[in-house]
Structures are given as structure tokens and as C-alpha cells.
């Protein structure tokens, strides 16, 4: 591993290591704020997301080191249409690693097939966002004590919410773990997750009631839940406010549940849940910039030894090729198709994992 | 005081402690350079100004810590319509003090309600910028060795400019100052603040001529006079250079006056004037940097401690909301509407000080 | 030379000392790595430039120092109005050095005349670019070992593309170089260009066909071939190709030639001819970075003795005036027209060169 891309690249003894670092760091701060004196972090933000980009920076200034980069794309040379593979050729001449946000998918891939340098994904469009799920895990090991035998429910817009199912496929590796899936029918959990669930003999039940799953939960994850997501007004009304977590909807609740929210929230959450010792929400955001410090320092194979500097390349297939309009292979100039075989034996794009079709 | 939200968070005894920090910043510049180290500044700035900005930021760094944030909405969170409140408690994991900038009165005080670190306002719309009263503080004590017995002229937009409105309130508390407010018609100083500083006793003239209140002036405030502020061109056309700054117009003024201005000026001062000894805008930009380092100094307690960590929060009064639509109580998520009551026991919103009013 | 506004402000001595520095940073990054302690680099892009700006902070934070500025003209005053002069002089409060970009002509110079501190064009608009030359000579130097004695193509926007003007005027100096002028009869080199290559006794040749020239050349200098610039779309498809720098053209190439690029590129170079060994567009950026570091010690005088602080004012000549529209002149605050004579007499604006004409 040279780079995190994809929350699956770390196998639960990488996650048991990066979160012991970061409780180290907890507990000694001083210990690692020299660690990266002289290093520099690019962090290319294709699109803007305010608490990922400062929760990167702050991390790499708690370590040592530097910070440079941009926030949104009109103030790079995307504007004058650089690839990707260029972007990050000419920006590891600035920087010892680069943290990067696009709104096409697979783009952090690209880079990572491009750079000598480690690049980390802060979210490619709707695809991953692994060092979210890297916060949500740091704070059910330290609310929780333990990664296995939890019922996790997960409510809201299950369907597009990719933080939901990275949560579930680093989850669903350890013992003991059961989902509780609350939607409403048209966000349920895609068809394809919950056959993963059902291979992997995981168990799962769906539940389209809050208040009716509350009581069985030890870790309730809340998303949003958007208007746009309807096929009707009436349908969003009648169904918006079971999907809103209230401090009435909590009085069922363990009393050492821990309420997560990938942040920012709009509604959908009450402000008044804030002061309940359950609400781990804002400690998530402070302990993903622990976790960012971890990831950083191992990257950069601080102290000790770099990670084996792998890049997946996939492999060609005459007569195959990606269709997903929002995938990075659309618009890089000159980027090769190239796929890779899922569990099932399908041909999946490389950098988007959508089904390959003939050309 | 745990936060600078309003220059009157300043008794006259704080303003003392900091122009002498300031000056002595000036004096021993090496005795600060390291005092920040390992501190962050957050700038999160919800609307554009390079000045402030990087005053913030220089005067970090010449503290010998790091900066990080946005410099305007669109690269942030807030264009996910996150609140305030939310956007402080998670910057608060990532920074140990924020100066914030915001277009709604009141965003900064909503800041320093939620977060336990210090916030700084940074201008919240048309209502407080502190920190610039304290560069034109210190501009003044620099060159004129003293607060009381001065004469202040106050030129141009008396009505809407509020760095006019914060340097009346932080001077009017110094024994033998006297206002000459020199401005047209339609921009006279607000029947609130003038009826202020009667109250108060301190003696103030008004004038339409700049040429004519010159001679007697210690100090000389300039401020921008906008086209839309007129009732007609033709009464704009008619008034402009009546209160343009030219060396014409300096001929009978004193020897030791200084002229002052918050910049950026538009064509308010004539760029001839620069090179006359009595223009001090320039060194007032350079006064606000070591203003701002005394600040940050004070608020984190470095070095000795830090002051007491009071934060106002009002009262609720039932039947009473507050109506001017730039406050912050109009869009953020379930804010309680609270009150303080003014001088003459009238509620004020807690937030913008508007008049409260029956719901 | 107290700033770097135009190539032509370094002499060949003065280009051998930069590149010496330059060599010596990347054989002793230690040594360097503390030298610009609780210095602060001003980056000040009023249109951006991810490439150019990112280069100039890893130069400074590789050097130990400090930066801070904006990335675009939207998130500055400039958008209230403020004058290139004024903001030069309240930055200057704010850090040590400034390196700008600007779209009007002879905006940088405008800061350095009104700067005490040094002044770097990071380009204005269509005019100069010098950092962009160093790049590109200190990459010529490494691959080549000499500046003499070169046969030099540059193929594509001949017309246009400033990099090319400014390359041309520095290696013009150097005895043995010649030229090779590769573009379609649209973008051919100005007339003035040539004619100065004429008088200075400088061999060039044009020629149409890159392939046809490609066996003399010692340097290929690829810029890119924008469709705009051509009279008609059949012309541009037509001629397109013939300017695009593939594998299969560099057959015939000298095996030690070596490709530049000032990048980014759209598609001007196919991207298999990346792992070209000739290909030397990514080291190019990489050098860009120890030549701004170079200058920046240079400019600040670090080690050593600061050059002679001097800012070039032409003369003021009634009559005359400049009438480039996309000259700063046009918008700036009472600035005063100015002029310097050219080798031939003429009167030739002060900020962007234009040939002044009677008012």
C-alpha cells in the first residue's frame, strides 16, 4: 500500500495499528510534533469541503509539517483542462504527500498510479471517502472499547450515502457485527451491499421505524436525508421527520449508545441532542484529525518502515469498456481502460468499480 | 472576556494592557517570535477581505504559529448550509483560536457561544470590526502619545460606516476628546449614536465643510463616500469632492495632525497625499498586525493568564423576536431569540443589537 | 535590481550565479533548509496559477520560511477597488517578499515601484513570465551543461507565447545559439522579435515541419496551439496535428535532445512520450522550484549582500500616452504615464512596453 484510496485497501490488523497510533498520539501529542519537520502536504481540493481539508491541515501541523495546495478547482489549472496524471506529476515536485478531493470518480487513482509520492483520497464524487470511515472508527474503538459484536443502525439515505457503506464494508470484518438498516423504501441500502451482507453470512434486518430500532442499537450512524432524493413532495413530507433524531426519539435508547453523523448536518439532527453524553458527533471530527495524523506517518513510513509502495494497475481487455458518465476515464486525456474482477468474477473498472460493457 | 466581539469588550484599562504589549512587540520583536509555537489560527472567512486576512496571518506567524482556513463562503461548508454553531464546535478541534468574518450581524458572537476556544470577530456585516478600532488605537497613541484632550474629525460616511461608530465608542470614554463629524446630508452619524454622546457630555460639532473644520483637527478620519448612498447623481456629483482628501485641502491643516483610514480607499484620498508626513493609513495596516499579535497573545494567556472566559448570553423574553433580516438569528438552525437590555431598558437582540420587537 | 519584473532585468553573470545556487540547493537541501526562518513570502495571484503559486511556497517553505496571500483576484480587495499600489504598500506590512501574477500588463512593476520590499512577476498577463525562463534554463543547463552552442526549436504559438519571447532573449546572449522557428504562417514569431534576432546577429530559421527539423535540434521547446488563433476551423484542422509531439515524430530526434514544456499541456505532447527520456517537462517544474528559491534568497540578500535597491521610473513625456488596453495604466489610480526609450529611439510605455502615441 502506497497510497489510501479505498477504505478496503487496510485489512483490520492496518485499522488496529493506525488506531493505536492515534490513541498514542492522544495520549502524547508532544511525542509526534516534530515527526514531519521539513515535510510538505498538498492538499488538492477539486471541490470544496471545508472540515476534511482543515481537519488534513491541522493534522499535518500538529505533526511538524507543512501545508500548501488549493480549495476549490477555479483556482487551479484544472481551469485550463490539466489531466489529473499531470496535476499530480507536477505537484510531487512541491510535496512529500498529497491529500486530494474530485468530483469525478477514481481521479485520486489516477493520481496514485502517477505520483512516486502517497496519495490519500478525500472523497471522489459519490465513490469513496475512506478517511471518514477512518474517523467513525477511531470513535466507536474509544466509545466502545472493541470493533466486534455491535448492532449498528444506520438511518437515513442509505442508497447514496457512501460513508454508509464504507461503514459497513470495514464493519463487516469483525465478529459479532450486526446492521440495523433504517430507511425509507426509496433510500434502502443498494441491492448490491446487501448481497454482500447476505454472502458474507453477515446479519442485517431492515427496519423503516427509528424510534421502533432505537432500543437494540449500540451505535446509531445518522446521514441526511435530501429532498431531492423523493419521487414526490407529499412522499418527503409524510416521511422527512421519522428520519430526524430527536431527543424525544432517544428515550428508548441505551444509555451508552453512541450517535455518529459524518457532518455537516442540515436538520437532521436537533440541536438539543447535541448536549446528550450520547452524541459523538463533533468528538468524530476531532478524532478523524487523529486518525489523518496516523495515516500521514504512515504513508510516510514515519518512524520506522514505508508501507510496500503497491498501486493496483488492473489489466487491459480488448472490447470492454467503462460507461459511468461520472468516472475520471471519461474525460483524462489518453487514460488507458483497465479493469479488475470482483468477487464474482465481473469485470469492474478500475477506477470507478462500475460494471465494464462491451465497447 | 473570552472572545473580541465588540471593541466595547474593552474597558480602557484592556486598551492600555494592549497598545503596551503592542508597543513593546515593536520594541523586542525576537521577545514574541516563538510564543504561538504549536498554535493554530483558524481564519474562516464567510466573506472576502485580503487586509484583515493576512494581518491575522502575519501576526500568527510572527508569533511563530500556523494559520489555516477560507477566505470566502463558496470553499466551504457553509455553501452546504451548515450553521454557524456547527462550523465553530468542529473548528475547534482543529485550531486553538479563530478570527471569523461573516455578511450576517452577529455570526461571531454565535461562534463564541458554542466553541471553547477564543473567537475574534473579524467584521460580521455592517455591525463590528474590534480589531480595526485597535489599529487606529494604536496608530493614534503612536503618533499622538495620548487618548484624551484631542480633537477627532470624521469625515465622509458618518451613517453606515462602522469602524466611524466603534472609534467614536472606544474614544468618547477619554477625558477631553471632542468629535467634529464632517459628512453630507444624507450621511450624518445616526441620531442614536449622537444622542450617545450627549448623553455622555461630550462635546461634538457637525459640519458640511471639510476645508473649513481642518484647522482645528488633532486627527483626521477619512472614509469612503458611495454613489448609491445619494438620493440623486446629480446630488452626488454635486457633493463628491467636497469630501475627496486633496493636498489643496491640507494647506491650513496642523502640522502634527494624522490622517487616518480604514482602507481600502477607492479615490477618497488623493495618492499625493501619501507622501505628506501627517498620512499615517499605511502605518495604521502595520499597526494592526502588532494590535492583532497583542490580541491573540491576550486571548490564549500567553504568556501569564488568560482572561476570565465569559461569553454575554442574554435572556429569553418571551413575545419579544427580533426582525432586522442581516442577523444571524434569521437563518441558523433552531437559535433561541435572546435579549440584553440597552442603556435605556429597551431589549436588543443579543445577537445584532436591533430594537427587539412584539413577535 | 531590487525585484524581478522581466528576464532581461539578469544578466548572463547574474544567470550563472542563480543556476550555481540552484545546483548547490539540490546537492545540499540542508544547508538551505533554515535560511528564510520567520521570513514571509506574499503570494498575490489576481488570476490563478496553481503551478506557478505552488512552486513559489514549496521554494519558501523548503527555505524554513512562512507564507500567506490569495489565489485569486475574487477573494481580495481588488474586488472592492483597491489599487495595485495600495495594495503593495499594506502588504508590504504583512511579509517579506511578494511574488504576483496579474492579468494587466505591468501590474508587477506597479508594486515594485511602490514596494521597499522585492517585487516578483509571476507573470502579467500576456507580457512577461520570468520565472518561467529560469525554469526552463536551469533544466537546460542540467541536461545539457552549457548554454552556448545550442540549437534551439520552438514549435507551436510562436505569436503568442510569451515563454517563447522570454527563452529567445536570454539565450540570445550566449555565443553559438541558433534558432529554429517551428509554427504554422499564423503563429509565427512577431516581426520585432525576429528583426531583434536580425540586428543582434542571432542564426535562426523558420520552418513548418517539426518533424523535418527535428534531427539538428538540441532543445525542442513544445508550447501549445491554441483553435482560437487560427483565421478558420479547416486551417486548424488542417494543421493541428503537425504541431502535436508524438513518439513516432521524435524518431529521427538527436538521442540527448531534450523536450521542454512550460505546461500545463492539453494535448500538445502525447502522454507516451512521457517516459521518453528526452522528456524533461516534469524536472522542468521540479527546477522551477530551486530557482524561486535561489531568487528569493538572492532578492532578500540571503546570504550575503541584498543587489542595489533599484526600481526602473522611465520618464514622464507630456504628449505622449500609452493606449494598451490591457496595460495597467488604464485603470489605476492617478498613475502617472511614463516612458523609456527602446534600442531604436522610441518612446515605449514604462509598464508594458507598448509604443506610446500622441494623446
Known amino acids: 500500500m502506497k497510497d489510501l484510496i479505498d477504505i478496503r485497501d487496510l485489512s483490520p490488523e492496518d485499522l488496529q495499528k493506525l488506531t493505536d497510533t492515534a490513541l498514542d498520539i492522544i495520549a502524547r501529542p508532544e511525542a509526534y510534533s516534530h515527526l514531519c519537520q521539513g515535510k510538505k502536504l498538498a492538499?488538492?481540493?477539486f471541490e470544496p469541503s471545508t472540515r476534511t481539508r482543515l481537519s488534513f491541515e491541522a493534522a499535518m501541523?500538529?505533526?511538524g509539517g507543512q501545508v500548501l495546495g488549493?480549495?476549490?478547482?477555479?483556482?487551479?489549472?484544472?481551469?485550463?483542462?490539466?489531466?489529473?496524471?499531470d496535476t499530480a506529476r507536477v505537484v510531487e515536485c512541491y510535496a512529500d504527500i498529497i491529500a486530494t478531493r474530485h468530483p469525478?470518480?477514481?481521479?485520486?487513482?489516477v493520481a496514485a498510479i502517477n505520483a512516486k509520492i502517497p496519495i490519500i483520497n478525500a472523497g471522489d464524487g459519490g465513490h469513496n471517502h475512506p478517511t471518514q470511515t477512518l474517523a467513525d472508527l477511531l470513535t466507536i474503538r474509544r466509545r466502545k472499547g472493541r470493533f466486534g459484536h455491535l448492532t449498528i443502525g444506520l438511518c437515513g439515505d442509505l442508497k447514496y450515502g457512501r460513508t454508509v457503506h464504507s461503514l459497513i464494508g470495514a464493519m463487516s470484518r469483525y465478529e459479532g457485527v450486526k446492521f440495523v438498516l433504517i430507511s425509507p423504501e426509496e433510500l434502502r441500502l443498494p441491492e448490491y451491499v446487501r448481497r454482500d451482507l447476505e454472502q458474507g453470512g453477515i446479519p442485517y434486518e431492515e427496519n423503516r421505524d427509528l424510534e421502533d430500532a432505537m432500543p437494540g442499537l449500540d451505535v446509531l450512524y445518522m446521514t441526511r436525508v435530501q429532498r431531492e432524493r423523493f419521487a414526490s413532495?407529499?412522499?418527503?413530507?409524510?416521511?422527512?421527520?421519522?428520519?430526524?433524531?430527536?431527543?424525544?426519539?432517544?428515550?428508548?435508547?441505551?444509555?451508552d449508545m453512541c450517535i455518529l453523523?459524518?457532518?455537516?448536518?442540515?436538520?437532521?439532527?436537533?440541536?438539543?441532542v447535541d448536549s446528550d453524553?450520547?452524541?459523538?458527533?463533533f468528538e468524530q471530527a476531532l478524532?478523524?484529525?487523529?486518525?489523518?495524523?496516523?495515516?500521514?506517518?504512515?504513508l510516510l513510513g514515519i518512524p520506522g518502515e514505508k508501507p510496500a509502495q503497491e498501486v493496483p494497475t488492473g489489466e487491459m481487455v480488448p472490447g470492454l469498456r467503462c460507461w459511468n458518465h461520472r468516472c475520471i476515464c471519461q474525460v483524462e486525456q489518453e487514460l488507458p481502460q483497465r479493469f479488475r474482477r470482483d468477487r464474482e468474477g465481473a469485470y469492474r473498472c478500475l477506477y470507478c468499480e462500475a460494471l465494464a460493457e462491451t465497447e
Open 43 to 45: 492538499t488538492l481540493f
Open 261 to 272: 453523523h459524518p457532518l455537516p448536518r442540515v436538520n437532521e439532527i436537533s440541536v438539543l
Open 277 to 281: 453524553p450520547r452524541a459523538c458527533y
Open 70 to 85: 488549493f480549495s476549490q478547482a477555479n483556482s487551479s489549472s484544472a481551469a485550463k483542462g490539466e489531466s489529473v496524471a
Open 61 to 63: 501541523y500538529e505533526l
Open 233 to 255: 413532495m407529499e412522499e418527503y413530507e409524510r416521511l422527512k421527520d421519522s428520519y430526524i433524531l430527536t431527543v424525544d426519539k432517544l428515550k428508548n435508547a441505551k444509555p
Open 104 to 109: 469525478l470518480e477514481g481521479a485520486p487513482l
Open 287 to 298: 478524532n478523524g484529525k487523529f486518525m489523518r495524523m496516523a495515516l500521514i506517518l504512515r
